[in-house]
């Protein structure tokens, strides 16, 4: 009986939505801007600096600076003599190169279990990783983790590589635990 009523109602004249059609529509706006608006080169002026939760950043990729790129952010982190960045954790993987300096990350792993909801636990005690210039370094998702220049007369700079395409999948989850030293009055 609710078949017949679905297939009745299917056929009316009057439709309830547009979503498809909308769909189509904003598609092509999309690689009308694409085409025309999104740059392929940011020059190195063009990417702005940011005083973060995190520390010090200059943005070299990120979905509000309309670049052809659509599936990354990158950043270049600049980290002072003998201090760290904050504490942070996020569902995306993060790849890091170690442009100049050296120091240490602190992983704390993550286990989960998905019951009703997600259910998160973090190791207690992190994991060491220590790191120098030409380095590449891997953050699990979700893992909070916290880099440290052992310099203390250089600063460090790092170049962070994290994927929109979790966040675009409905999985936005970015929290920042602990704001840098120093960068206590950025507020989140």
């Known amino acids: 009986m609710a078949f017949d009523d679905e297939k009745a109602r299917a056929h009316l004249s009057d439709a309830e ?25 940011v020059k190195a002026n063009e990417m702005p600096m940011e ?14 600076m309309n ?13 002072e003599p003998g201090k760290g960045t904050g504490k942070s954790r996020h569902l995306t993987e993060e790849i890091v190169y170690v442009v100049e300096g050296r120091g ?19 190791k207690s005690e992190p994991k060491k990783f220590e790191w120098k210039e030409g380095d590449f370094i891997y953050v699990p998702p979700y893992v909070i983790h916290q880099r440290f220049n052992t310099d203390p007369d250089n600063e460090a700079r ?23 030293e120093g960068f206590e009055d950025v507020k989140v």
Request: glycine share 4%.
């Open 17 to 41: 939505c547009n979503f498809y059609l909308e769909g189509l529509q904003e598609s092509a706006s999309f690689r009308d801007a694409y085409k025309s608006k999104m740059k392929n080169v």
């Open 158 to 180: 790092v170049v962070v590589v994290n994927s929109r395409i979790i966040k675009k999948m409905g999985f936005d989850w970015f929290d920042q635990l602990e704001n840098a």
């Open 104 to 122: 240490y990350d602190l992983h704390w792993d993550v286990d989960f279990d998905c019951k009703d909801e997600f259910e998160w636990v973090w």
């Open 67 to 79: 670049t052809m790129e659509m599936c990354i952010d990158a950043y270049m982190q600049f980290i």
């Open 51 to 64: 005083r973060s939760p995190d520390g010090l950043i200059k943005h070299i990729i990120h979905e509000k």
